[in-house]
């Protein structure tokens, strides 16, 4: 087998939190904020070619409760914006956000009076995509920034 | 301007210059449309008589116009369909930039009751008699009408409420 053959009978000593950040952020399951053709590319990155399973992602929540990481793909209108706030508060800490799209970053090209411009108006955005749409390279690549951002994450413990 | 009227076109044209004499303003013809610019107070029997025996018994829009001028300022733009003579006819309406109103044709074609409703919500005009105007897109209590020239194109800030940003537990 493999981890126990290389360490013979020995053992491994780390700390609880990199443990902990270790298995968070490999399992982040996303909450897709479908909200336009970004969702598409949303889809192509869950899917077969781009395969987020290899991070961890593969398990698209369509339960807020049961969810890691937003999502926003899309262009986000001011009726809609309490929609997506209302499930952002549903999703249990910790939670993280990506808004994915020029759209769901600053209002794209929707410059205009029902467009939010930008979901960080209403949400805490940790990762931002370029592109209209971006490739779901692109959105893995946030990932791993997401990814990333976790594993530095200390101990709440700490703080107190 | 020579109008190319099709056969059943000029039935209609015929018809209610015949009917209305006076009340039919304009007729002119765009991009391969014809457009009837009609007198504001006969809409209800223009559109009676369009429906009744002209046939005209598919209201496919209705939509508005800010023309900007400093007289009859709104325009209001019925998109009618003869579906047994294969006709599409555009009927107008001007009304006055102060206190826009113009009779609602919901008691002639019902399908125009959504489409007024965002004429209302967009341009601020008016409908008589509708059976339900409130605003269809935008908050109810939003003081402002968007597709009016002179509203800017980034909206008024805070004019509209974004969600709070803290959770309602806390």
Same mark, same amino acid.
């Given at each position: 087998?493999?981890?126990?053959?290389?360490?013979?009978?020995?053992?491994?000593?780390?700390?609880?939190?990199?443990?902990?950040?270790?298995?968070?952020?490999?399992?982040?399951?996303?909450?897709?904020?479908?909200?336009?053709?970004?969702?598409?590319?949303?889809?192509?990155?869950?899917?077969?070619?781009?395969?987020?399973?290899?991070?961890?992602?593969?398990?698209?929540?369509?339960?807020?409760?049961? +969810?890691?990481?937003?999502?926003?793909?899309?262009?986000?209108?001011?009726?809609?914006?309490?929609?997506?706030?209302?499930?952002?508060?549903?999703?249990? &800490?910790?939670?993280?956000?990506?808004?994915?799209?020029?759209?769901?970053?600053?209002?794209?090209?929707?410059?205009c009076y029902g467009?939010?411009?930008?979901?960080?108006?209403?949400?805490?955005?940790?990762?931002?995509?370029?592109?209209?749409? %971006?490739?779901?390279?692109?959105?893995?690549? +946030?990932?791993?920034?997401?990814?990333?951002?976790?594993?530095?994450?200390?101990?709440?413990?700490?703080?107190? | 301007?020579?109008?190319?009227?099709?056969?059943?076109?000029?039935?209609?044209?015929?018809?209610?210059?015949?009917?209305?004499?006076?009340k039919?303003i304009e007729?002119y013809?765009?991009?391969? &449309?014809?457009f009837i610019w009609v007198d504001t107070d006969s809409i209800i029997?223009i559109?009676?008589?369009?429906?009744?025996?002209?046939?005209?018994?598919?209201?496919?829009d209705v939509f508005g116009i800010d023309r900007y001028t400093s007289e009859e300022r709104f325009e209001v733009v019925y998109n009618?369909?003869?579906?047994?003579?294969?006709?599409?006819?555009f009927i107008k309406v001007r009304c006055e930039e102060e206190n826009p109103e113009v009779d609602s044709v919901?008691?002639?074609?019902?399908?125009a009751?959504?489409p007024e409703r965002e004429v209302y919500d967009m341009f601020g005009v008016t409908f008589r008699n509708h %059976?339900?105007l409130r605003r269809i897109f935008l908050?109810e209590d939003f003081q402002y009408y968007p597709l009016r020239k002179e509203f800017p194109l980034l909206g008024i %800030?805070?004019s509209?409420?974004?969600?709070?940003?803290?959770?309602?537990?806390?």
């Open positions: 087998m493999g981890l126990e053959s290389a360490l013979g009978q020995g053992f491994l000593t780390t700390k609880m939190d990199t443990l902990v950040n270790w298995a968070r952020s490999n399992a982040a399951w996303p909450m897709p904020m479908g909200l336009a053709c970004c969702a598409i590319e949303m889809m192509a990155f869950a899917g077969p070619r781009y395969d987020a399973a290899r991070f961890g992602s593969e398990v698209m929540r369509f339960s807020p409760r049961q +969810a890691d990481v937003m999502i926003v793909a899309g262009w986000c209108t001011y009726k809609m914006s309490h929609a997506i706030r209302r499930i952002w508060d549903q999703m249990p &800490d910790p939670k993280w956000c990506i808004a994915m799209g020029a759209c769901a970053s600053t209002g794209g090209m929707h410059r467009v939010v411009q930008g979901v960080d108006n209403f949400i805490p955005v940790d990762a931002y995509i370029s592109g209209c749409p %971006p490739r779901p390279d692109a959105v893995i690549h +946030a990932l791993m920034k997401i990814q990333d951002k976790i594993k530095t994450e200390h101990s709440v413990l700490l703080d107190t | 301007m020579s109008l190319k009227l099709t056969e059943s076109l000029q039935k209609t044209v015929d018809s209610l210059s015949q009917t209305f004499g006076e039919v007729v013809q765009s991009s391969g &449309d014809t029997e559109s009676a008589h369009l429906k009744n025996e002209l046939h005209y018994i598919y209201l496919s009618l369909l003869s579906l047994r003579d294969q006709t599409r006819v919901t008691s002639i074609w019902p399908a009751s959504w %059976p339900d908050p %800030p805070g509209i409420e974004l969600p709070s940003t803290t959770p309602d537990s806390e």
